[in-house]
């Protein structure tokens, strides 16, 4: 029987923060069927695709019908009788059939639900698990997972002006052991947090909400968590943050609400350059705003010797801009989201240039999630080395992390960790 696309239906569901969003599913002409659903930022770049929300009222203003209905109107016309296989081909009929830069039209949310689902069809057809059927025979490692401890920022009402304070176990040696490590870190912070007072809850990716006076406070508690989970800061677990700078600022200056400081973009980089000499810190995401490419570039050239320096709202998984940022050595690793450019092939375009470039690739959740696990596989079957999904808890994270351990399970003996060597060759060189 064929891949042909024999049907593609769209509907409305709800996500991790009780808003909707799209699935799609996509049923080949031989019974394979592919189902996926499109995830949500909050801090988000400008030169992401656009989702299409139907305002108004009902839902916040946040429903999808308008998106689902162009999946029925004009996305299922144009892909049936399309071979499933296609992804490249399925994908460039989703762009132009939208005909905008940002996928504004039909809804990157509509957009990226169809291209994630008819991926799935096709591994389906394949009867390989996704990883798998990406792999397409190489040999891939297991991601070195990013896991959320303090979530901030725009997650957390700007408790904190850092976003994400999350730990990496490089030295692991496996999945299951990262997790085991970052378990013990995570519980280490609740019961500091608890003795601190008042612990109040969760941020919107299930990292403890960030109780603190300042940034500085809240990277000493995480680094005493990690010396009171019984591991060794700096050996066993290192500090990764996402600034998401681009929520405090741009090139005249970011303003800090801890505090009320504004600094100069030339301060804030000092300010950067400092905490990494300071605490047991691994990577950095975003330390400048989407625009501030010669502050980013200065973070680079002062630290990326030994500090992975991530760019997310920077790049926005666009390959051209990915080609840019190395041109002017802006970070030494790019976040790759999907849903920020809105098809799988084009995600795809960007992780082959960075690792055109020989950087860090970190396949990334957005804070609004559901139970979909598709990056788990993407993170896998392209050799990514890296993975962000938030906290360690919550199922629409844990959904994700749990993924992960059926795949090193699947691949018995043949499992490897990425560790050091997920990162860019001079920290891997200098750290392994
Ligand atoms: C990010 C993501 C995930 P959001 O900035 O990297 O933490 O957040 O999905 O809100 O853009
Ligand atoms: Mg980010």
Redo the contacts with the bound molecule.
Sequence with gaps: MSARIAAVVGRQIWDSRGRPTVEAEVVLENGAVGRAIA???????AHEAVDLRDGGNAFGGYGVNRAVAGIAAEIAPALLGMDGRDQAGVDAVLASLDGTPNKSRLGGNAIVAVSMAVLHAAAAYARAPLWQYLANGKSVQLPLPEI?IF?G???AGRRTDV??FMVMCPNAGSFRRALEITDDVYRAAGRLMEEKGPLTGVA??GGWWPNFASNDDALDMLTRAIDASGHRAGEDVFISL?I?ANELGDTNGYHLALGDHRLSSDAWADHIIKWAGQYPILSI??PAGQDDWDMMSKVTAAIGDHVQIIG??VLVTNAQRVKDAAARSVCNAA?I?VN?VGTITEAKAALDAAAGHQWGRIV?????ESEDVTIAHLATGWNAGQL?V?SFTRSERMAKWNEMLRIEEAMGNDAQFAGFAAFAPAIAAGRA
């Design positions: 995830p949500a930022g909050a801090s988000r770049g959320q979530g920022g725009a997650h976003q994400d919107d990716e996402d998401a995401e975003d997310d709202d976040l989201k920020q990334s959740a957005r804070s609004g962000k938030g």
